[in-house]
């Protein structure tokens, strides 16, 4: 658990002086861990990877999407080219690229010859309940939604019905599932959590129990996960997909502690940030989604929480950023702000190009400001760390 400072005073009111200074020792040993495994990533990474272009940096910190449903169509053809030539980092699957089973174990197998020293992102949403790329129509097994399994099973049975699932998705070739669901169940009218079941509870305490769950049962299948949504989507009272979304007057610093509990037991390979907006957590004037914002990002999440691993967007072509942002506008402000993997769905107005899209913007930035290009470095880092832990 890491406890930030106006947590504080709250522990030497309620909780014995021995007690406290104990808490106090275990949040400042938590933090120090992070921030030194941080400082320490570039150190820890294969020698092959010092000697990366800065275009191939750039590159690991792309994920797309696509049209394709087959190992053979021309779009599968060209993200291999350029997941071969380190132009881009990964690859987000929807329901469209899933024909059958085969086909998509077929294309993933393709991703993952492309680069089998650095492994692909092959992403995909697949929470349970409403939320599934895979599904019965093509033979996948389907489970329930987060706020079902948490009524009828105990952490250590979801942990055995996660385990099927991610061992299921994993023989897919897939690397990535972008969940557990860390929000709070904190507003029961909620559009987009709470109308589904996607969040196990409206106590952080709970969310953080089957969360840990989730990530166990995919770490054991070799499997990455992403943490989502920070800074908390179970309070908002709209849906980012659709527009903008304003959590200032319903937010609450509780929606922090599952990421609090998780960072504290080392069972977080990424954060993922929401499109949310919070009028104490943006310059002035600026109406700024946590998803571009330095005082969430960098503020928060990194100096706060002591998080010092991968940050990955949520879909930066939802109405939340697209209405509001230019392409360029979205890919710099995500990175200045701390982001390290910009996820794109490409599904607003596709094209085949928006990969090289994003990198010509990375390059030309970094071109124009060295803070940029250290930017890219640093994101990097921690992206081929991650890898690493691929199986």
């Given at each position: 658990m890491v406890l930030t400072r106006p947590a504080l005073p709250l522990i030497r009111r309620h909780l014995p002086i021995k007690v406290a200074a104990v808490?106090?020792?275990?949040?400042?040993?938590?933090?120090?861990?992070?921030?030194?495994?941080?400082?320490?990533?570039?150190?820890?990474?294969?020698?092959?990877?010092?000697?990366?272009?800065?275009?191939?940096?750039?590159?690991?910190?792309?994920?797309?999407?696509?049209?394709?449903?087959?190992?053979?169509?021309?779009?599968?053809?060209?993200?291999?080219?350029?997941?071969?030539?380190?132009?881009?980092?990964?690859?987000?699957?929807?329901?469209?690229?899933?024909?059958?089973?085969?086909?998509?174990?077929?294309?993933?197998?393709?991703?993952?010859?492309?680069?089998?020293?650095?492994?692909?992102?092959?992403?995909?949403?697949?929470?349970?309940?409403?939320?599934?790329?895979?599904?019965?129509?093509?033979?996948?097994?389907?489970?329930?939604?987060?706020?079902?399994?948490?009524?009828?099973?105990?952490?250590?049975?979801?942990?055995?019905?996660?385990?099927?699932?991610?061992?299921?998705?994993?023989?897919?070739?897939?690397?990535?599932?972008?969940?557990?669901?860390?929000?709070?169940?904190?507003?029961?009218?909620?559009?987009?959590?709470?109308?589904f079941g996607r969040a196990f509870s409206s106590d952080p305490a709970v969310v953080a129990e089957y969360d840990a769950a989730f990530v166990r049962a995919h770490h054991a299948a070799g499997l990455l996960t992403a943490l989502k949504h920070f800074p908390g989507h179970g309070s908002s009272t709209a849906d980012s997909h659709e527009g903008f979304v304003d959590i200032t007057q319903t937010w609450q610093q509780a929606e922090l502690d599952p990421y609090r509990t998780l960072m504290s037991e080392g069972l977080v390979d990424m954060v993922m940030v929401g499109h949310l907006y919070h009028a104490d957590y943006a310059d002035a004037g600026t109406q700024t989604p946590a998803s571009l914002s330095p005082q969430w990002i960098t503020g928060v999440l990194r100096d706060e929480l002591g998080y010092g691993g991968v940050v990955i967007s949520d879909d930066l072509e939802m109405g939340a950023i697209r209405d509001h942002f230019t392409l360029e506008q979205t890919v710099t402000q995500a990175v200045r702000a701390g982001t390290d993997v910009l996820l794109f769905s490409n599904t607003a107005k596709y094209r085949a190009s928006l990969g090289q899209e994003i990198l010509d913007i990375l390059l030309a930035e970094a071109a124009a400001d060295p803070a940029f290009a250290a930017r890219i470095e640093q994101s990097y880092a921690r992206i081929v760390a991650l890898k690493g832990r691929i199986r």
């Open positions: 808490i106090l020792a275990r949040t400042i040993l938590v933090t120090s861990f992070f921030r030194l495994a941080a400082a320490l990533v570039p150190l820890l990474l294969p020698a092959w990877a010092h000697g990366a272009t800065l275009e191939q940096m750039a590159g690991q910190m792309i994920v797309v999407g696509f049209q394709g449903d087959d190992a053979d169509d021309a779009s599968v053809a060209r993200l291999r080219d350029e997941l071969t030539s380190g132009r881009l980092g990964g690859v987000m699957l929807l329901k469209v690229n899933v024909k059958s089973l085969d086909a998509v174990a077929a294309m993933n197998a393709a991703f993952r010859d492309t680069s089998p020293d650095l492994p692909p992102f092959i992403t995909l949403d697949q929470e349970g309940g409403a939320v599934e790329r895979l599904t019965s129509d093509v033979g996948f097994k389907e489970i329930p939604n987060a706020a079902a399994i948490a009524a009828a099973d105990s952490p250590e049975q979801a942990e055995a019905i996660y385990a099927e699932m991610a061992a299921s998705i994993a023989a897919l070739g897939f690397t990535v599932n972008f969940g557990p669901i860390a929000d709070v169940n904190l507003n029961p009218n909620n559009q987009v959590i709470a109308k």
